[in-house]
């Protein structure tokens, strides 16, 4: 019973993944400008990272829990836990820090935003700065 619920919730999980991994992607190929596609691949592909890596440790204890499987020894279902968690970590670190560098640079550089966009927040700080 344990091992079906555990199974669900890895399924459940690996869904979640996938949606952002897919909602990433289209984001990337419908969005209009740089700006919009770095927010959506950093955004997406840290859920959708978390998501798949979650589901990877799920699977493992399902595994370990099954008396019918191959069971996996217990140091590698905790090895598996553990890098998943440190990568989790550090995605979740590093993700933000260079999708901000990526979108600043590209704003140093003078890169193209759509029309619509609303405001840049970043030439206002740069203007009252010079004045």
């Not at 897919?22 to 984001?27: E, P, S």
């Not at 829990?65 to 890098?83: C, I, M, N």
């Not at 704003?107 to 030439?123: N, S």
């Amino acid at each position: 019973m344990i091992i079906a619920i555990l199974d669900l919730i890895t399924i459940a999980a690996l869904l979640f993944g996938l949606f952002f991994m897919f909602a990433g992607a289209l984001g990337l190929w419908r969005l209009p400008d740089f700006f919009n596609r770095a927010h959506a691949a950093s955004k997406c592909v840290t859920l959708g990272v978390s998501g798949l890596l979650i589901a990877a440790v799920l699977h493992f204890a399902a595994l370990y829990a099954s008396p019918q499987r191959d069971a996996p020894a217990w140091e590698s279902l905790f090895g598996a836990a553990t890098k998943s968690v440190l990568v989790i970590v550090f995605l979740y670190t590093a993700a933000p820090v260079g999708s901000h560098m990526l979108a600043r640079a590209a704003h140093l550089d003078g890169a193209k935003k759509d029309h619509r966009t609303l405001g840049d927040d970043l030439e206002t700080d740069r203007a009252e700065s010079r004045a």
